[in-house]
């Protein structure tokens, strides 16, 4: 690092060359912006970067070294050096079966990873004939109604091989249970399931909006999963406290990093709340981060994040398994900054989202589809989306050392920046009682809100380009696209198979699964043993769901979380 005489000469240089070089040069000709910030606006970029920016840093406990805390550098001590990234493309391909064909298609590809989306229904707790169902059934993803159709979605795919996540949240634990059944059914030993639910029910009051039972059901459920799944399925992340959604509603990357981390503190407090040993469940925590267009912001985003966890862990919660300080996160492209305007622009975006989250150290990533925008992707555009992570990974030399970003002036800076506003963001939080109060006086939603309106404003004035929407516009009739459509038979289809389920499995084996559902929601034991039961015995995700439904009552807006 440099000494005092060395800081107070650069010091001096930058005020000559700004008084002799820089702002001759800005009054002559001007800039392109009177004001640079980061993408979301959270930080202002000055000009130029020097060591008198990080002359206050302390290496070894401010960045340190990978594998080893604060953990700024990487969670591993080889990081993409030792093992890439998991590669996941998210896939939900309406029924079942034509799931199983996009997941057999991509790991034929090169994948290393399955991402599992749900149609909507599914996301609710509903059956496929339910009447809130209707129209909705494999549209956003696919149709998961028993264990028929999850054995179905990974035929032919040994669950000891490989790991998957599956993006649900209110009925997590229902869909956790069938995939656990499945592997039973396949003779895979528990402790070898690998994979992540994203299980972040805050986050749904917040931002999203799928949620079934008032927050305390639902934290329950959660610690509840928290603590079969240590016993259970110790490789299988037990969460995923998602950000992907907060910034997808609008938020800055600060913003992303604060509100996502208040959650986890949230479901931290709530586990050891009901007993758990801090130790025992959070090396099973995963994260879930948005990777946007400014490749700076979004890798020092994901460093700052990973040394406020630690620091969190630390100091709030005394952990001392180092696992339980360690963030580990999944991150995908962001879909907000799609566009189906000059939709070939929108692999370009996909292309530098991921190279900011390779740079940040992400452990898996998903990178979007070009067609996005519009549909569920195509095949074609899930082989460019997963080839744009494989010449990330073979061919670019961005994985090939561990954080090379570190020592930017710029990067470290900015590093800091981010995480100062972020404390600061989290701090409010605290005066509010946590994630919970600030959600609950719409305080979170107000904030993201009002950036989001912000950035929409600066879009429509043109202080904000987005390239083929407000500039760089063709006059010329865009060429059509095939776009991946889903059939409306299939809806009709999957209910029918539905019906078959029912007429040929043992109803007093499911009633009495259920039963015992029901008196172990009623009362205090874990719940996830008898879900377990209940889907072996073939009782639907939508009954599952209103057993519990019945015991926890419905979550309506505008009363307390």
């Known amino acids: 690092m440099f000494d005092d005489e060395d800081l107070a000469e650069i010091r001096e240089g930058k005020e000559r060359w700004e008084e002799e070089t820089y702002g001759p040069t800005v009054e002559r000709f001007g800039e392109r912006k009177e004001t640079f910030t980061t993408d979301t606006g959270g930080q202002e970029v000055d000009p130029l970067y ?169 934290m329950r459920l959660i610690t509840d999963i928290f603590e079969f799944c240590a016993e259970e399925t110790p490789n299988f992340n037990t969460i995923s406290i998602s950000g992907y959604h907060i910034r997808e509603a609008g938020s800055t990357a600060a913003q992303e990093v604060a509100f996502t981390l208040g959650n986890g503190i949230e479901y931290v407090e709530a586990a050891i709340d009901a007993g758990l040993d801090v130790d025992e469940f959070a090396p099973q925590l995963s994260f879930f981060f948005n990777a946007h267009n400014n490749i700076f912001e979004e890798a020092a985003k994901f460093r700052a994040a990973r040394r406020m966890w630690a620091e969190i862990m630390d100091e709030r919660f005394d952990a001392e398994n180092p696992k339980s300080k360690q963030l580990k996160f999944h991150t995908q492209t962001g879909g907000s900054t799609l566009t189906a305007q000059q939709i ?158 029912r007429e040929e499995r043992d109803d007093d084996a499911v009633d009495a699964a259920l039963d015992d559902l029901r008196e172990a929601a009623e009362g205090e034991e874990n719940v996830m043993p008898y879900i377990v039961d209940a889907v072996k015995a073939k009782a639907t995700v939508g009954e599952v769901c209103n057993v519990m439904r019945d015991a926890f009552g419905e979550y309506q807006q505008g009363v307390s979380v």
């Open 50 to 218: 020097t060591p008198d920016d990080i002359a206050e840093k302390d290496y070894e406990e401010e960045i340190g070294f990978p594998g080893e805390e604060p953990y700024t550098r990487g969670v591993y001590s080889t990081m993409h050096r030792g093992r890439l990234w998991t590669m996941r493309q998210y896939a939900g391909m309406g029924t079942a079966a034509e799931t199983n064909e996009r997941f057999h298609y991509l790991l034929d590809q090169g994948q290393t990873g399955l991402s599992m989306a749900f149609d909507l229904p599914t996301q609710m707790g509903h059956d496929s004939d339910a009447d809130m169902a209707q129209g909705e059934v494999g549209r956003s993803g696919v149709a998961i109604d028993s264990i028929e159709d999850m054995k179905t979605v990974f035929d032919g795919i040994p669950l000891d091989e490989v790991s998957t996540s599956m993006t649900i949240n209110a009925p997590a634990s229902v869909l956790l249970a069938l995939y656990i059944a499945v592997g039973d059914e396949q003779g895979v030993d528990r402790e070898e399931l690998r994979g992540t639910i994203q299980n972040d029910i805050l986050k749904e009051y917040a931002a999203r909006n799928t949620y079934i039972y008032p927050p305390d059901a639902s």
């Open 344 to 501: 070939e622009n929108n692999v370009v975006r996909v292309a530098y989202q991921a190279l900011s989250a390779v740079l940040g150290g992400t452990q898996s990533l998903h990178t979007n589809g070009k067609d996005e925008a519009l549909a569920l992707p195509t095949e074609e555009s899930v082989r460019t989306a997963l080839r744009t992570q494989q010449i990330l990974a073979h061919e670019s030399g961005a994985a090939d050392t561990i954080d090379p970003l570190a020592g930017s002036y710029y990067v470290e800076s900015l590093t800091d920046d981010i995480e100062e506003e972020a404390f600061d963001i989290l701090d409010d939080v605290d005066e509010r009682g946590g994630m919970r109060g600030a959600i609950e006086e719409q305080w979170v939603q107000r904030q993201i809100q009002e950036v989001a309106f912000e950035r929409q404003q600066e879009i429509e004035e043109g202080e904000r380009i987005i390239v083929g929407v407000n500039e760089f516009e063709v006059e010329d009739a865009e060429p059509e696209m095939d776009l991946e459509s889903i059939d409306e038979e299939d809806e009709q289809e999957q209910i029918e198979r539905l019906e078959q389920l």
